[in-house]
């Protein structure tokens, strides 16, 4: 690093030549080393205990790393669950909920940002006082609200909540307050109608923030198992979390390490769309800091 960039960090030089500095800057390294062997320690025991025979995940005393490398347990595992069905589910569950847990909110968001809509700061205070309330509570109402609607067991069970999201309301009105008010007064004086201006001007210009809730919903669907074990039945419909749990952690016929090997699978794919997206991960977590 050259000189010019060092003066430009935080700490210059001078202060790194101090002791109590040194210091400071060699525990916050050794702390932020033992966080990450801290988060890395269970993903390592998974991949490496995939890898293990039956007899070396109960050996004592344990070993981390595998003597000999059992490739097979993969195959018992895919052959024991069907994983392709499960991952075509959430991608079907992804997909619905990307849809209306933007379009709704970004409508909403639009009419309280954009629009001259009657008592709209009533309207946003309402939404922040919701993210008050712990999910919790209104679990049971939503599941019987689903119930007489007839929507328990279908994916709108999943969908149809997911427009009415508070957060994502907040965050994209957030953003959209910092879009030029004259670009839609301009578009108006031209003719176009309130959703030509969403579609055609907002949309394009809110992208980032897009971006980043498309980003959250994935976590978020990907990683519930509560909410789809209530309202689905049928097990040919279960996302990958529920497979994964009915089918896999509470298996009491299974191997550990075939266990194992089913789980290092499904671990690949978060990996993947974190390694292509992580700009728009960081850049997201960054706008819903500044902006949340």
């Known amino acids: 690093m050259s000189k010019a960039v060092r003066e430009r960090s935080i700490m210059s030089s001078f202060d790194m030549n101090k002791k109590s500095v040194m210091i400071a800057y060699g525990a916050m390294l050794a702390l932020l080393l033992a966080l990450a062997v801290t988060l890395l320690y269970p993903f390592g025991m998974t991949l490496f205990g995939s890898l293990k025979t039956k007899e070396e ?49 970004g409508l909403a968001a639009f009419s309280l940002s954009q629009m001259k809509v009657p008592y709209r700061k009533t309207a946003t205070l309402f939404f922040m006082s919701t993210l008050m309330i712990p999910s919790a509570t209104y679990l049971i109402p939503n599941f019987l609200n689903l ?69 959250f919903t994935f976590t978020a669907t990907w990683n519930d198992w509560y909410w789809p074990s209530l309202v689905l039945s049928v097990k040919e419909k279960y996302p990958i979390s529920s497979l994964v749990y009915y089918d896999i952690v509470t298996a009491t016929m299974l191997t550990w390490n075939v266990k194992f090997s089913v789980l290092t699978a499904i671990m690949i794919p978060p990996l993947i769309f974190f390694i292509i997206f992580q700009k728009n991960i960081m850049h997201g977590l960054n706008l819903s800091g500044v902006k949340g």
């Open 147 to 215: 119930q007489s609607l007839g929507m328990l067991n279908s994916y709108w069970a999943f969908w149809l909540p997911a427009g009415a999201n508070a957060f994502n309301i907040l965050l994209l009105k957030s953003f959209m307050d910092g879009i030029n008010k004259e670009l839609f007064e301009a578009a108006r004086i031209d003719g176009a109608s309130e959703l030509r201006c969403f579609v055609r001007m907002a949309l394009p210009l809110s992208l980032p923030v897009f971006s980043t809730l498309l980003i």
């Open 57 to 105: 995940i109960f050996v004592f005393p344990p070993s981390y790393f595998p003597h000999h490398l059992e490739w097979g347990n993969y195959a018992l595992g895919f052959k024991y669950v069907n994983l392709t069905r499960a991952f075509l589910n959430t991608l079907l569950l992804y997909a619905g909920n990307a849809f209306f847990a933007l379009l709704i909110p």
